[in-house]
């Protein structure tokens, strides 16, 4: 059983930066494709960024490439999610997700965090 752990949420101005992680407890990740999704208010859960095993492989949903970059540190056994030039409808609680079952951007991964809130303020 793995279970994600996010961190690293907060409030930020437009423009500005933070960067989200994923750790887990219970099995390591380094074996398995990881991947960032959001939810905004009233809106459907959206696939943000993924990131295959090794590190060399990475996903972006379009509304995010150039800004956002996904990365892993294999030795910490952690996920990261770096968000610059965020804006305000990238306001969103972000989940992070181990093990997918389908493609990397769909939401049929087998273990899934509890979320952190971002809060991008204009």
């Known amino acids: 059983q793995v279970q994600p752990v996010e961190s690293g949420g907060g409030l930020v101005q437009a423009g500005g930066s933070l960067r989200l992680s994923c750790a887990a407890s219970g099995r390591t990740l380094s074996a398995t494709t990881m991947a960032w999704f959001r939810r905004a208010p009233g809106k459907e859960r959206e696939f943000v960024a993924a990131i295959r095993p090794g590190g060399a492989i990475t996903f972006y949903a379009d509304s995010v490439k150039g800004r956002f970059a996904i990365s892993r540190d294999s030795a910490k056994d952690t996920v990261y999610l770096q968000m610059n030039s965020l804006k305000p409808e990238d306001t969103a609680v972000y989940y992070c997700?181990?093990?997918?079952?389908?493609?990397?951007?769909?939401?049929?991964?087998?273990?899934w965090g509890t979320g952190t809130q971002v809060t991008v303020s204009s």
């Open positions: 997700a181990a093990g997918a079952r389908r493609g990397p951007s769909e939401p049929l991964y087998n273990y």
